[in-house]
């Protein structure tokens, strides 16, 4: 008889943001209830061997193993083994998730699996043993997931950018809380700064200035924004930011819908300060580099 399980969840997110919060190994003791300690031992750019240590059981004894990960995420498939194997004979795991909606993300778990004959229990009492904690897991996981995409973050939590003028923060994106319409942000500018003319071809954008003064160039024309007044920038329309008052700037902006991919979201006409010639930056960006609008 050969062990079968089969069990899923539906989380309150995209995507996206399920993938990376349930493939980072390194915060599975975070987010697993069972495991203690996450010990990687080779890590290659889709695959890792790590070694699991659980919490003590009821009877103090300690629980640790050695398995080996692969993922596609474009397949939106992960499969896992366990290396040292333990009472099992093999454990083969295979993790799918499915968008069922721009906010929702069905995420799967089956297992296969077969008992060696002396293991403490027989392979149909691991299958009821492994239904019942993985029912738990799941709905944890669920819970902690959804949490993470409500948090307040400050401009000292997240990355400077500067490549295009001013000091720009990305602050809520899809990487940190799981945006699936836009992105928000802020940019300080001090007496003279600007930010480097671009467009965006999918989204529009929406500036608030919270203090300051600044010129916004539309297509070349020039619009003045200040104090707690607002502007509309639409789709594909080039615009430059400058601070025109005598003191520093404080500009917030929303940029949504994303784009389909993210290197196709902002598109640069003219270089940034120290470059040479324009380029073109991401309608949203992994967590270590967010600030790129």
């Known amino acids: 008889m050969i062990g079968h399980t089969d069990n899923f969840i539906d989380i309150d997110a995209p995507f996206g943001f399920v993938w990376e919060r349930t493939n980072d190994l390194r915060g599975w003791p975070e987010l697993f209830s069972e495991y203690a300690d996450v010990d990687i031992l080779e890590e290659g750019p889709s695959s890792a061997t790590f070694r699991l240590t659980m919490h003590p059981d009821e009877q103090g004894r300690v629980w640790s193993w050695v398995s080996e990960r692969h993922w596609d995420k474009d397949a939106r498939v992960v499969r896992a083994r366990r290396v040292e194997t333990g009472p099992f004979e093999f454990m083969n795991i295979t993790w799918t998730y499915e968008e069922i909606a721009a906010d929702r993300t069905r995420m799967r778990w089956v297992q296969d699996f077969h008992m060696k004959p ?8 691991m299958t009821d043993r492994i239904n019942h904690n993985s029912g738990i897991q799941l709905r944890l996981i669920k819970q902690r997931v959804e949490q993470g995409r409500i948090r307040v973050v400050a401009m000292d ?10 000091d720009l923060r990305t602050l ?43 010129r916004v160039d539309l297509d070349g024309e020039p619009v003045r924004v200040g104090a707690e007044q607002a502007l509309h920038i639409p789709r594909n329309v080039r615009h430059r930011l400058t601070n025109t008052g005598a003191g520093g700037a404080l500009v917030v902006f929303q940029i949504g819908p994303l784009a389909p991919e993210p290197h196709l979201g902002h598109v640069d006409t003219e270089p940034g300060p120290g470059e040479s010639a324009p380029g073109i930056a991401a309608a949203h960006v992994p967590a270590e580099s ?3 609008r």
């Open 172 to 214: 809520l994106a899809p990487p940190n809380v799981g945006t699936s319409a836009g992105f928000c942000g802020a940019v300080r500018l001090g007496p003279g700064e600007g930010v480097s003319e671009h467009y965006h071809p999918y989204s529009e954008e929406y500036l608030f200035v919270a203090t300051g003064e600044i």
């Open 290 to 292: 967010a600030g790129v």
């Open 157 to 166: 939590d997240v990355p400077s950018n500067t490549r295009r003028g001013g």
């Open 118 to 125: 002396d293991a403490p229990v027989d392979t149909a009492g």
